[in-house]
Antibody, heavy 120, light 105 residues
């Protein structure tokens, strides 16, 4: 059974950097999947942040690209998100997710989500 | 960027109703369209992939159709557990979600 688990600070100060890690179990980070981050502000819809393949290839949401870095740690079977220069608008539940590599990838496994609040 | 527009944003329905949600892409995305259901406080759950393929374990009352720019999600007979928010998502160029459709009693 594939499981994904997000971890990281639940509170980040404005202008700081949000850092989250997603630990993967039941699958190898080096398998044929994209590993993705999605966020959801309170009471709002889903926003795709970006994704990474084990080769290091990445895709990012153009609206966030200048502030986002997604990386993979094969030795720990996990991947990470860094979002810089955060503001209150970045307050959201952050999900990590798996997308099997295919012509039309879809998210088949999600983490439970972690709430990150940006506040001083 | 490809924009995804769902309609309606919310709808009221009763148990047993047939419900249809539409999703329109700002350009052709072939059939690279997926549907998710999300209940409060939970991660989304995949219902339909590549426009019309039913994910394993999902009840057959859910169906999807469409190609190009226009897609629909249909619930043939709404059940109490189907009251939730539904999102479409394109995978033709990167990923984009629709804004969601809340199905309420």
């Amino acid at each position: 059974q594939v499981q994904l688990h997000e971890s990281g600070p639940g509170l980040v100060t404005p202008s700081g950097t949000l850092s989250l890690t997603c630990a993967v179990s039941g699958d190898s980070i080096s398998s044929s999947n994209w590993w993705s981050w999605v966020r959801q502000p309170p009471g709002k819809g889903l926003e795709w942040i970006g994704e990474i393949y084990h080769s290091g290839s990445t895709n990012y949401n153009p609206s966030l690209k200048s502030r986002v870095t997604i990386s993979v740690d094969k030795s720990k079977n996990q991947f990470s998100l860094k979002l810089s220069s955060v503001t209150a608008a970045d307050t959201a539940v952050y999900y990590c997710a798996r997308l099997p590599a295919a012509p039309s990838p879809f998210i088949d496994y999600w983490g439970q989500g972690t709430l990150v609040i940006v506040s001083s | 960027d490809i924009q995804m527009t769902q309609s309606p944003s919310s709808l009221s329905a009763s148990v047993g109703d047939r419900v249809t949600i539409t999703c329109r892409a700002s350009q052709s995305i072939n059939n690279y369209l997926n549907w998710y259901q999300q209940k409060p406080g939970k991660a989304p759950n995949l219902l339909i992939y590549t426009a019309s393929s039913l994910q394993s374990g999902v009840p057959s009352r859910f169906s999807g159709s469409g190609s190009g720019t226009d897609f629909t999600l249909t619930i043939s007979s709404l059940q109490p557990e189907d009251f939730a928010t539904y999102y479409c998502q394109q995978s033709y160029s990167r990923r984009t979600f629709g804004q969601g459709t809340k199905v309420e009693i």
